[in-house]
């Protein structure tokens, strides 16, 4: 059972570089999200997606995209990194979007 | 607006002694509430839930969290502490008006003192 899983675990990037962030679930859930964790901040929503070929803001959403072309992958895009974008990213499913979300292991992304 | 208060970002007890971590949440209909585990470097780990069934909600590792309407909270609790329940605990809640979201808490990191 993979569950959900985050690609990459660690990442470096240089200011202004981009990267992509990939979140692939096998539980056919309909709704991803992702979410980007601070110290003494909680977990923030950046973007979700409500099924296949949908996307929404969430409460941090400025300088990332997503994309949702296929059901089982939820992307996470950067398109000019800056190093306030250094964080914790965790992508989550769930099935209902109200009854458990499950989550991925996350990736540490640290911009110089 | 659905939000989730966890009072004490951290807090310490010692080992076989009770654990009790505060989360208060505001939402205008009823409420599906979690506690989430985060050990370090990892990723979430559901606890518990709440989904309008029984208001003591019992979960894995002896932690157990009761709904009280009246008062808005879902505290969690475990009789008694093990060094290995070290960790981030987070508090969530959703409901039929979060339009398919999850709201977290700030959490609270659970220190055991040996």
């Known amino acids: 059972n993979a569950g959900v899983t985050q690609t990459p675990k660690f990442r470096v990037l240089k200011t202004g570089q981009s990267m992509t962030l990939l979140c692939a679930q096998d539980m056919n859930h309909e709704y991803m999200y992702w979410y980007r964790q601070d110290p003494g901040m909680g977990l923030r929503l950046i973007h979700y997606s409500v099924g296949e070929g949908t996307t929404a803001k969430g409460e941090v959403p400025d300088g990332y995209n997503v994309s949702r072309l296929k059901k089982q992958n939820f992307l996470l895009g950067l398109e000019s990194a800056a190093p306030s974008q250094t964080s914790v990213y965790f992508c989550?499913?769930?099935?209902?979007?109200?009854?458990?979300?499950?989550f991925g292991q996350g990736t540490r992304l640290t911009v110089v | 607006a659905q939000s989730v208060t966890q009072l004490g970002s951290h807090v310490s007890v010692s080992e076989g002694a009770l654990v009790l971590l505060r989360c208060n949440y505001s939402?205008?209909?009823?409420?599906?509430l979690f506690w989430y585990v985060q050990y370090p470097n990892q990723g979430l780990q559901l606890l518990l839930k709440y989904t309008s069934a029984a208001t003591l909600v019992k979960g894995i590792n002896g932690f157990e969290a009761e709904f009280k309407k009246s008062e808005t909270s879902f505290h969690l609790t475990k009789p008694s502490a093990h060094m290995s329940d070290a960790a981030e605990y987070f508090c969530?809640?959703?409901?039929?008006?979060?339009?398919?979201?999850?709201?977290f808490g700030t959490g609270t990191s659970l220190t055991v003192i040996p």
């Open positions: 969530a809640v959703s409901d039929m008006n979060t339009g398919n979201q999850f709201y």
């Open positions: 989550a499913s769930s099935y209902t979007g109200i009854i458990e979300a499950f």
């Open positions: 939402s205008s209909v009823p409420p599906y």
